[in-house]
């Protein structure tokens, strides 16, 4: 069956309900599904994009499908060359497949490429496909665990321009 970010953030949000000991109502959690575009963007987020836009190619792995996406990336100051999603591979990050779609449609040689995510696990796939990666440390929340080892760490995207300019 084809991955749906809709049904996953779905369950998540019956779980988030469940584990405060609250009942979760399907409706509830399809107006959750359907807030993702309109989550905001972290404050540096546009300003560093339109810095690495004017540079190089962009591009975006996304664990949602295709819709929520479509108007997730409207908040951004600059639109992405490449958009690859859970959808369109039938895989979700970390699987290797999501990232192999995405370098298939990003061309040229893996080792040009720089991953950068909040997702520390993220580094593993990208690392042994060849990408360079860059983990953003934005929070305790954002290390999964995985004990996966980017080639550089940053605490948010405006470290990671001052790094490089």
């Not at 991955?3 to 109502?25: D, M, T």
């Not at 959690?29 to 963007?41: G, I, K």
Request: glycine share 6%; charged share 20%.
């Amino acid at each position: 069956m084809k991955p749906s970010s809709s049904n996953v953030l779905g369950r998540i949000a019956q779980s988030v309900a469940e584990s405060v000991g609250v009942k979760s109502f399907p409706y509830l959690e399809a107006a959750f599904t359907r807030s993702l575009p309109t989550w905001p963007c972290f404050s540096e987020t546009n300003a560093c994009l339109t810095w690495l836009a004017r540079r190089c190619r962009l591009a975006i792995i996304s664990n949602v499908d295709d819709d929520l996406i479509s108007q997730t990336v409207r908040q951004f100051a600059v639109p992405f060359d490449v958009v690859v999603t859970s959808e369109q591979a039938w895989s979700y990050k970390p699987g290797r497949a999501i990232f192999k779609r995405a370098l298939r449609a990003i061309g040229g040689h893996p080792g040009e490429i720089i991953h950068i995510a909040e997702g520390r696990c993220e580094a593993t796939p990208a690392r042994a496909l060849g990408m360079r990666s860059i983990w953003v440390n934005r929070s305790p929340r954002s290390d999964d665990g995985s004990n996966a080892q980017p080639d550089a760490v940053v605490a948010n995207l405006t470290q990671l321009i001052e790094a490089v300019s």
